[in-house]
């Protein structure tokens, strides 16, 4: 028996059009996704259905209120099918999937995101081979939980980092395994995946001030922070330090705001610039600084799975303690133990 399939079509370049001004998202995907699809061979292909978001999202405009959105739409019809792939841009693609993974926790069925850097519409594409993928990764393999699928790699959604701007290998997972390679056959890495679980769902509203980010450069002056941190909705700050999580910890401006932050309860969370390897605060005398102030250690969390959790721990209503030890842990493989 063929398994059921929901595509969720957010937006993005797969199902965009050319203008005058470049691509823009245009409505009507399903017709010519079934338009594609004849002469392949679909017998091989789940059973799908596919809804189209009526105002389409173009994922440089991405806001915390759409993650809400996918999350309710996801939860609305999981009883009803046995595996999704969502549709979506991909500048944003991996702080969506990011998000999804953490307010999808216990996932029982695949969620897979894919998207494309050429539209379908286009002749010369990469959007067939994703979406077709995608499909099949979602309606014929046990993948309990969300991932990321482009250009031959199944990888864990919130591990995945958008790496490159133009290549069709957009995307990567430069601390984490692959979960999956897509080439003559589908070879997955099955003790990798996360375990089938009870799913325990929470699609919490998001105050998008609660969070902001702060890239450390030589020269910075700490007012920068100091101005950044009097926001009274901000609740978590993540700063992208040197290394292996080294401040500048001569710039007694930013010592002092990040010490102020973390009186007041807000949760600062350390992350290191480089895109492989761990943050390990104490290393150097500088990063032992932050030890000291109360900062966080991120480990080896992208910026996007950081940005996305510390969010949505904000966001449950956690206490801010709750919030510092839940940074440090693991709680659906976003991060080494």
């Known amino acids: ?94 702080y969506t999937a990011s998000m999804l993974s953490f307010m999808l926790q216990g996932l029982d069925k695949p969620v897979i995101l894919t998207g494309s850097q050429i539209p379908l519409i286009e002749p010369r594409n990469d959007a067939l081979d994703n979406l077709i993928t995608a499909l099949i990764l979602a309606g014929n393999y046990r993948i309990p939980e969300v991932g990321l699928y482009f250009n031959g790699r199944l990888l864990r959604g919130n591990r995945a980092c958008k790496l490159r701007a133009s290549g069709f290998d957009a995307f990567d997972s430069p601390n984490c395994p692959w979960l999956g390679q897509v080439g003559i056959h589908i070879e997955l890495q099955d003790h990798l995946l996360l375990e089938r679980d009870s799913p325990r769902f929470k699609v919490p509203e998001f105050n998008p001030e609660a969070v902001s980010l702060l890239h450390l450069y030589p020269g910075m002056p700490g007012s920068i922070a100091a101005g950044l941190l009097q926001n009274p909705a901000l609740k978590g700050l993540l700063i992208r330090s040197f290394g292996v999580g080294n401040p500048p910890d001569r710039n007694r401006e930013l010592m002092d705001a990040l010490a102020d932050a973390e009186r007041r309860g807000i949760v600062v969370v350390n992350l290191t610039q480089c895109l492989q390897g761990r943050v390990s605060q104490g290393a150097y005398a500088t990063g032992a600084t932050l030890n000291r102030l109360g900062v966080v250690a991120g480990g080896d969390l992208t910026v996007e799975a950081a940005f996305t959790k510390l969010h949505f721990l904000i966001a449950i209503g956690l206490t801010a303690e709750q919030i510092r030890s839940q940074m440090q842990a693991p709680i659906c493989g976003e991060q080494s133990a």
């Open 1 to 94: 028996m063929k398994s059921n399939v929901l595509i969720i079509h957010t937006g993005g370049t797969i199902g965009m059009h050319p203008s005058d001004q470049g691509y823009v998202p245009v409505p009507g995907f399903e017709a010519l996704l079934r338009e594609r699809l004849i002469g392949q061979a679909q017998q091989n292909l789940p059973r799908f259905d596919l809804l189209e978001f009526e105002h389409l999202i173009d994922s440089s405009n991405i806001q915390p209120s759409d993650w809400t959105r996918i999350g309710h739409t996801l939860i609305d019809h999981y009883g009803q099918y046995d595996g999704f792939v969502i549709l979506h841009g991909t500048d944003t693609m991996a």
